[in-house]
């Protein structure tokens, strides 16, 4: 069949809410996640991957705001012979496939079973500034393990991550609350489901941006929003809506007052006070370890949207200042959640098993570390070997795999080297630290040319000819000394 000479070329752009990552943010991105798989590591966490494809029915309906089928995932369904299929999707998070495998593999695991997972989830969302379809998380979760010691371990864990990856102590706190706490609330003020209640938990969700007295407006008649528009209220009157604003404004300077407030919000709901003790042991727990107010708090603000959490609840926020796109201070958020959810795997076994978990945002977590200068930087590009003589291409790569077996990152240049300064210009672009150069000249006498490009950059942006005596770019040494100057001069720039 000829080919349609009109046929339409294909857009050579990505799809709308993706991008693509070059060496740089692939580099920083997974010299992070090695960073923060050692700490999951010392605590004893194992490594998982599981599959980014899961059925529907699997992955379970528990991304918040969506009410159609399928909605909020990228999902698809199995033509199996003409006959339709199971419906697939492409995992929102990391958390719905760990309760898929460890119902399918539980008789091969320990109990406890201590994970942790790394990789790309999508969401099939509408996407906006700085919000993309795929994006990456890093879990790591505690299966089986009933007691809330196992949530002040994930807490503590998360701290020292923060920590290791170049967050410093007082550029971060991680908030702790308790959804039993919430569900006290709510039962005393005799919402234990239905619309109201939801409505309600929507209204909370939006203490952060709106404050108790925002809170308390929408709780009852409504208020005006930034806009000037009307949003109607819940309906509540001041009485019922008490118990809320209780809770939310309950935090003290000490997490003995913080939890004796609590204890008053929830009256004499069973459940709420269960979610008091919880939090009182976290507590404890944390404060034996030496993790103290500066780093993780009681708050009962920290409100996680996923519908699966059943108990403690916790929130890492960097408190440090950035600038808007519109120059504005505000603090740079959150940048990882989890909490406890004991009834995710009961989906598929019927019994109820215990979970608790944290998600780390890694895209953000990285614009943190650049916001605070801890990445960021020129990266070092490769060794640049050039090719003065094509028929020569043997002795090149000689040479590259000398400095290659010495664990100096290097190349040959392999663009056509016809034009010596096309391959300079190739090694600028590359950030090559380093030319080796070696014409025919060289090759009889045994020697070899070797350009300091960093150096050389210097000294000819404000360099005098003195000084370009005084301290050379570019040295001349026997062939066999390669690996000995290339390290030299390595050495020298990395000081």
């Known amino acids: ?17 993706f991008r693509d990552y070059f060496g740089t943010e692939v580099t920083e991105r997974a010299e992070m996640l090695a960073q923060i798989a050692g700490v999951y590591h010392r605590y004893g966490f194992d490594a998982l991957e599981s599959s ?32 339709k299929g199971d419906w697939l999707a492409l995992r929102y998070d990391l958390t719905a496939p760990l309760a898929r495998v460890y119902a399918q593999h539980r008789n091969d695991l320990p109990l406890p079973y201590r994970r942790f997972a790394m990789g790309p989830v999508w969401r099939n969302e509408k996407p906006g500034p700085g919000r993309f379809r795929q ?16 949530d002040a371990e994930i807490c503590a864990m998360l701290a020292d991550t923060l920590e290791q990856v170049g967050i410093p ?12 706490v919430l569900n006290g609330v709510l039962e005393v003020m005799g919402l234990d489901e239905g619309a109201q209640r939801d409505a309600v938990l929507r209204t909370i969700d939006k203490f952060d941006k709106v404050g108790a007295s925002g809170v308390r407006e929408l709780l009852g008649k409504g208020r005006l929003d930034a806009s000037g528009a009307y949003i109607d209220g819940v309906g509540l009157s001041d009485d019922q809506a008490g118990p809320v604003l209780a809770f939310l404004t309950s935090k003290a300077d000490g997490a003995a007052q913080t939890l004796d407030n609590l204890r008053a919000a929830v009256g004499a709901s069973a459940i709420g006070l269960e979610g008091v003790q919880e939090l009182e042991t976290i507590a404890d727990l944390l404060e034996a370890q030496g993790y103290g107010p500066d780093r993780i708090v009681i708050d009962p603000s920290v409100v996680r949207g996923l519908g699966y959490y059943t108990g403690p609840v916790f929130e890492a926020e960097l408190t440090f200042e950035i600038l808007d796109e519109k120059g504005r201070k505000r603090q740079f958020g959150s940048v990882a ?32 570390l650049r916001e605070k200068g801890r990445i960021g930087g020129t990266v070092e590009g490769p060794v640049v070997v050039t090719v003065m003589d094509r028929d020569r291409m043997a002795d090149y790569q000689h040479m590259v795999g000398e400095l290659r077996r010495a664990g100096i990152r290097a190349e040959v240049y392999l663009g056509n080297p016809k034009n010596f300064g096309n391959q300079m210009k190739y090694a600028d672009r590359r950030g090559a630290p380093i030319a080796v150069i070696e014409g025919g000249d060289e090759k009889e006498r045994g020697v070899i040319q070797i350009k300091d490009l960093i150096l050389g950059a210097k000294m000819a942006e404000n360099a005098t000819l003195e000084e370009w005596k005084e301290r050379p770019s570019q040295f001349e040494v026997p062939r066999g000394q390669l690996v000995e100057k290339v390290r030299e001069i390595l050495d020298g720039q990395r000081q």
């Open 1 to 17: 069949m000829a080919k349609d000479k009109n046929a339409p070329k294909p857009k050579a752009q990505t799809p709308k809410g």
């Open 52 to 83: 980014a494809v899961e059925t529907v029915e699997a992955l379970g309906k528990f991304l918040p705001d969506v009410d159609r089928p399928n909605e909020g995932v990228f999902a698809w369904q199995e033509d199996e012979d003409g006959d």
């Open 135 to 150: 994006f990456y998380q890093c879990d790591a979760d505690t299966v089986g393990a009933p007691s809330v010691a196992a």
């Open 169 to 180: 102590r007082g550029d971060y706190i991680v908030r702790v609350n308790n959804r039993k």
């Open 337 to 368: 959640g989890g909490g406890r959810y004991d009834d995710l795997v009961k989906r598929f076994t019927g019994q109820a098993v215990p979970a608790t978990g944290v998600s780390i945002g890694v895209d953000r977590l990285l614009a943190a």
